[in-house]
């Protein structure tokens, strides 16, 4: 039987990815490992669901440019069907990451995703019959620009009858919007996925399954990303489900809540248990740390 479609919207970027040796040193040279690689959290998401044979359609925006055509091509490579705007005049978004094994700080650039239209996302989802299920890019909402697309593919998959989940996507813009616009915008998704820092703006400073608890009032299902420490799902049925993280020497943690966001959907949409969805996201989250680069290997 074919798994059903998966709708993806939000962003395509370029990612430039330096793999630092050591701390930044100011004013001088410091020694990294530097990939061009495809990146954006909305396209990772969808590139690591087509490696896994979903079928997904991205749904997102670059410019009439090399690198949007680049970005494009490959997610076409990996199984992804495109529904991406080429927009004149205005560049494809590009992010700066400086990675370690320990975290990444990206400088960010958006480009053409915040050109992204609810008349896009409208077009796309009339073009997918099959889809089943919508999963949405925080960053699309959280900047002003892109925001009505956002929130316009929130409500046409509801009015489509999908299911939809939303990644929350940054702790620092979401501390700009704040908590209560947010979970305005995301009230009674299917599924709210969110790191520890992001928890914590929105839920404030609670153990894991607390803030899964307290978000699980504006959202039915919550999973709460906590890295190394594993992660936790919570609903509002009172299911709450803990899982460890897999034992991996991280290289380079950019894109892997984007890996985890892909596995724990291909589970939970083939029906199965939030236990076994936990543990499958798992395991693609430490695939991604275990690489340079956010997407699945060639």
């Known amino acids: 039987m074919t798994a059903p479609r998966v709708i993806v919207v939000g962003d395509l970027i370029t990612d ?3 793999v630092l040796t050591g701390p930044p040193v100011t004013g001088s040279d410091t020694a990294a490992t530097i990939r ?66 320990a975290e990444r700080t990206m400088i960010t650039e958006r480009g053409a995703n915040l050109r992204l239209s609810p008349q896009a996302v409208e077009a796309a989802l009339d073009a997918a019959p099959d889809a089943a299920h919508l999963h949405l890019s925080g960053y699309t909402l959280l900047d002003a620009a892109s925001r009505p697309a956002g929130l316009r593919a929130l409500g046409a ?50 153990d894991p399954a607390a803030q899964g608890r307290a978000l699980s009032v504006s959202a039915r299902r919550v999973v709460v990303k906590r890295g190394a420490a594993g992660a936790v799902w919570v609903d509002r049925d009172a299911v709450i489900a803990v899982a460890p993280a897999r034992r991996m020497a991280v290289v380079d943690p950019t894109g892997a809540g984007d890996a985890f966001a892909a596995g724990l959907l291909a589970a939970w949409l083939a029906g199965a248990s939030p236990e076994a969805a936990l543990r499958r996201a798992g395991d693609f989250g430490a695939s991604a740390v275990s690489q340079v680069g956010a997407r699945p290997p060639v």
């Open 157 to 206: 998959a509801r009015e489509r009858g999908l299911t939809v989940s939303v990644d929350a996507a940054s702790a620092a813009p979401l501390r700009r919007v704040g908590a209560t616009a947010f979970l305005s915008w995301v009230r009674d998704v299917d599924l709210l996925l969110v790191n520890a820092a992001e928890a914590t703006v929105l839920a404030g400073g609670l």
């Open 36 to 101: 061009f690689t495809g990146g954006g959290q909305a396209a990772n998401t969808a590139a690591w669901l087509g490696a896994l044979g979903v079928p997904v359609t991205l749904v997102g925006a670059v410019g009439d440019d090399g690198p949007g055509r680049d970005r494009v091509a490959e997610l076409e490579r990996g199984g992804v069907d495109c529904a991406v705007a080429q927009l004149p005049d205005v560049p494809t978004g590009t992010v700066i990451v400086l990675a370690s094994a």
């Open 16 to 18: 430039v990815v330096a």
